[in-house]
């Protein structure tokens, strides 16, 4: 029988075209999940993927065996969460999986609590834009910032995250203070590189601007933030994290109107588990109390 360990590598590498994304996915490193592909391919005798200019592509008899290996993982997937659920106790791990935004400003404070009040509790933390599979045991507890549909999630509403537009007093001095949204046009604006929810706002605005017109551009929200603080350009923040740095001030321009829903799910076979409940009720309830306050 096939070791489930090396199927549960060989189809992330299937699903991500690469070794190193699909050792994030599973929270290995990459040599372990190249020694479990080779593993398999021993087992099998037959080569499972090629080199490509953009990664790894599964070859016919890798393409042949990947149903029934999701099949396995999805049986043995819910027998782990299945057997995840049904302790009573306290110790043990916990994988939290966040946007990199709140994982880095929003959750220290509510993890080093929960570590002090109960230390039996490991966190692991996966901070990532991309969205983690609960269904796949990707993470145990995800928050997101929209409603999931999957029936077998649980979900509890947490609050909503208004957004608004900061500078640092250094840009505003170089370049002046706007008052409305459409001055922005007159600005550096710290933009997204291939994401497109910013150039749609902007649109929705009544201010179309292409993506070239940003001069500062990252899909990766915490090196935006930190170009704002640092004096690069204007940015669009979320409200509890931009309210705790000194090193900006809120400009005065119009309400935008825009607000991220916050959602923590789980999925419903780890509802037994004492633990998941314990670490979900202390998200919860620590992202309620800095969701209403503005100030540290």
Avoid: C
């Amino acid at each position: 029988m096939l070791d489930w360990t090396l199927l549960r590598s060989f189809l992330a590498v299937v699903d991500t075209g690469s070794l190193s994304a699909a050792a994030d996915r599973l929270g290995l490193v990459q040599p372990t999940v190249g020694r479990h592909i080779r593993e398999l391919e021993e087992t099998l005798d037959t080569p499972l993927f090629r080199r490509q200019p953009r990664g790894l592509e599964p070859t016919p008899a890798a393409l042949d065996l990947v149903e029934d290996a999701r099949r396995m993982g999805e049986a043995a997937l819910a027998l782990e969460r299945k057997a995840s659920g049904t302790g009573d106790s306290l110790a043990g791990t916990v994988r939290v999986t966040a946007s990199r935004m709140v994982a880095t400003y929003l959750l220290p404070d509510i993890i080093a609590a929960l570590h002090v009040e109960e230390p039996a509790v490991d966190i692991e933390i996966v901070a990532s834009d991309e969205t983690q599979n609960l269904l796949r045991r990707d993470a145990d507890i995800a928050l997101r910032m929209y409603e999931p549909r999957q029936p077998q999630l649980i979900r509890r509403r947490i609050g909503e995250v208004p957004l608004a537009v900061y500078a640092s007093p250094a840009y505003l001095a170089r370049r002046g203070t706007p008052t409305r949204l459409a001055d922005l046009l007159d600005h550096d604006v710290i933009g997204l590189d291939r994401a497109d929810d910013l150039l749609q706002g902007f649109a929705r605005a009544g201010l179309p601007v292409p993506r070239e017109w940003f001069p500062i551009r990252s899909d990766d929200h915490v090196v935006g933030w930190q170009m704002v603080i640092a004096g690069a350009g204007i940015g669009f923040a979320q409200v509890p994290i931009a309210e705790a740095e000194p090193r900006v001030v809120r400009l005065p321009v119009e309400d935008i109107g825009f607000a991220l829903p916050l959602w923590l799910v789980y999925h419903e076979d780890l509802k037994p588990s004492r633990r998941i409940r314990f670490v979900a009720d202390r998200l919860v309830d620590g992202l309620t109390k800095r969701l209403a306050r503005k100030t540290p």
